[in-house]
């Protein structure tokens, strides 16, 4: 993957990040974007309380992951740091 196809696809998760942002602070958690490597792996830290919620794992796989695979195919998971 290119540096550009790499910002390309940066800028897509962000924004679906924004898009499920709102759910996660109605819990009194939210989303962090770390990076993102060359291999489509998006790392995130869960803040709030996802940071420690007991759900945390969950709430990464079946929402953020899926929403953000969904909106972009190129990711391939979705990692908590």
């Given at each position: 993957?290119?540096?550009?196809?790499?910002?390309?696809?940066?800028?897509?998760?962000?924004?679906?990040?924004?898009?499920?942002?709102?759910?996660?602070?109605?819990?009194?958690?939210?989303?962090?974007?770390?990076?993102?490597?060359?291999?489509?792996?998006?790392?995130?830290r869960?803040?709030?309380?996802?940071?420690?919620?007991?759900?945390?794992?969950?709430?990464?796989?079946n929402?953020?992951?899926?929403?953000?695979?969904?909106?972009?195919?190129?990711?391939?998971?979705?990692?908590?740091?």
């Amino acid at each position: 993957m290119t540096d550009e196809e790499k910002n390309v696809i940066e800028r897509k998760v962000q924004n679906a990040l924004q898009q499920i942002r709102p759910y996660l602070q109605q819990d009194g958690g939210d989303v962090e974007y770390v990076d993102m490597t060359n291999e489509g792996v998006v790392m995130v830290r869960l803040q709030g309380h996802c940071g420690s919620c007991p759900h945390a794992l969950a709430t990464l796989k079946n929402g953020i992951e899926a929403a953000v695979k969904k909106a972009i195919p190129e990711v391939k998971c979705v990692e908590r740091v």
